[in-house]
């Protein structure tokens, strides 16, 4: 069993849940939906139907980390000041390529 929190929820973030938990929603079905689509416990119950938020969340998160992730990758291989040294391994992989054939 996992480890079970506590959470105080502001009156705000009540009513920003509030949709995706009442059962009849537009926002509640497409939690479901999503819910299902993922492999999550049906939304059932409002712990269930905060969990299904939080993984659709995390989902987003991990996204914007990867998006993140290859800006950074290309900021740095775009960088003038890696251009010799990129050359300089490429050239010294064309050769040993080369030299196997």
Do not use: C
Request: no cysteine; proline share 4%.
């Amino acid at each position: 069993m996992g480890k079970r929190l506590s959470l105080i929820l502001g009156d705000v973030d009540e009513r920003v849940l509030e949709p995706f938990i009442t059962a009849g929603t537009g926002e509640h079905e497409v939690l479901r939906i999503w819910a299902d689509s993922h492999g999550l416990r049906p939304v059932e119950s409002e712990a269930a139907a905060i969990r299904a938020v939080l993984h659709a969340g995390l989902e987003a998160l991990r996204d914007d980390v990867l998006e993140h992730a290859y800006s950074e990758l290309a900021t740095t291989f775009n960088d003038p000041e890696s251009q010799p040294d990129r050359r300089a391994a490429r050239d010294r992989y064309a050769a040993r390529s080369d030299a196997a054939l």
